[in-house]
């Protein structure tokens, strides 16, 4: 059975639903905290709310930098797949 050319690896798969996953958090902690903050500001410094807080801090920034790594490894697989394509075109 062949493969098609433009089959994402398990590898991009993993990425990219890990960067929804970790965009999809991090911007409901947002919200979360961001409603919770308007209600009862000093409610935001005990508890589990630092928690939500560090992941908003920090969820999108892991986000971007898993993208980044999804579009290199995904760059590299087309590349190769181009490469293979035009050596076997000119065989």
């Known amino acids: 059975m062949s493969r098609d050319p ?10 990219a639903l890990t960067t ?6 991090a911007v409901i902690c947002f919200f ?12 935001l410094a005990e508890g ?11 969820g999108l920034p892991v986000a971007f930098v898993l993208l980044v790594v999804l579009l290199i490894v ?7 797949e181009n490469a293979s ?3 076997n075109r000119q065989r």
Not at 6 to 15: A, Y
Not at 32 to 37: A, D, E, F, M, S
């Open 6 to 15: 433009n089959t994402p690896s398990r590898l991009e798969r993993v990425l």
């Open 85 to 87: 394509d035009a050596r």
């Open 20 to 25: 929804l996953a970790i965009i999809g958090v």
């Open 48 to 58: 589990v709310w630092p928690v939500l807080v560090a992941l908003t801090y920090v």
């Open 32 to 43: 979360v905290t961001l409603i919770v903050g308007m209600n009862d500001r000093f409610l």
């Open 74 to 80: 995904s760059m590299r697989r087309r590349g190769k």
